[in-house]
């Protein structure tokens, strides 16, 4: 069964310094990688997602993520912070053998002013 | 409306009673989510629709937990005989693709589920 890791509850880091979010998945297919981030009384919403090809996306507000087959791993990067970045940050993977879109458990980005 | 409506937003029910949830998709997206987050933790799937058709519920915790589209469009997940482990916020997410596991996801606000 496919399966999303994410190692850390709580991250906290400095308003302009840089961030790393890990995140690893399990399945034996051709996964489906995305990252969502659920703001304080807000839904979900989509940062990026990975599909195929170049293993390095962009997605909004300034986020990356690097999909690593060999490390199955898919972890979200920003170079700077800013404090509206705080929030909670979800890793969830997809396949093309089911309809599901799991998610890992979340980690919680603080930013300290 | 624009986004993805979800009502209640919260409810509060005495363990035994029966909950009905709706959730107002994007007009037009195809697929559509029930999600389950309890505090803490990330959501966890339970069901999922193309069209009117539930085409995956094994996620539903237990016989007590059903969902229906019956129009393609609005969903109600119904829980019957509430428990004290349902407490969660319940996420109704939809989206334009036919494959549910490749479109972006729009969520909802969530209904907060308080069983006493």
């Known amino acids: 069964a496919q399966s999303v890791t994410q190692p850390d509850i709580h991250i906290t880091v400095s308003e302009g310094a840089s961030l790393e979010l890990r995140c690893n998945y399990s399945y034996g297919a051709t996964p489906y990688l995305f990252w969502y981030v659920q703001s304080p009384g807000q839904g979900l919403q989509l940062l990026l997602k990975y599909f195929s090809g170049d293993t390095l996306v962009q997605g909004i507000k300034g986020f990356e993520a690097e999909f690593k087959r060999s490390q199955s791993s898919f972890n979200l990067r920003k170079p700077s912070v800013h404090w509206s970045d705080a929030a909670e940050y979800f890793c969830?993977?997809?396949?093309?053998?089911?309809?599901?879109?799991?998610f890992g458990k979340g980690t919680r980005l603080h930013i300290l002013p | 409306g624009a986004g993805v409506s979800q009502s209640p937003r919260y409810k509060v029910a005495k363990r035994g009673q029966d909950v009905a949830l709706r959730c107002d998709p994007i007009?037009?997206?195809?697929?559509l989510f029930w999600y389950q987050q309890a505090l803490g933790q990330g959501p966890e799937f339970l069901t999922y629709?193309?069209?009117?058709?539930?085409?995956?519920k094994s996620g539903l915790p237990s016989d007590r937990f059903f969902a229906e589209r019956p129009e393609g469009s609005v969903s109600t997940l119904k829980i019957q005989r509430t428990q004290q482990e349902d407490s969660a916020v319940y996420l109704c997410?939809?989206?334009?693709?036919?494959?549910?596991?490749?479109?972006?996801?729009?969520f909802g606000e969530g209904s907060r589920l308080t069983v006493l």
């Open positions: 629709f193309q069209n009117e058709a539930q085409l995956d």
């Open positions: 007009s037009g997206h195809v697929s």
């Open positions: 997410a939809s989206s334009l693709d036919e494959a549910g596991n490749t479109g972006e996801l729009f």
């Open positions: 969830a993977v997809g396949s093309n053998r089911d309809d599901k879109i799991i």
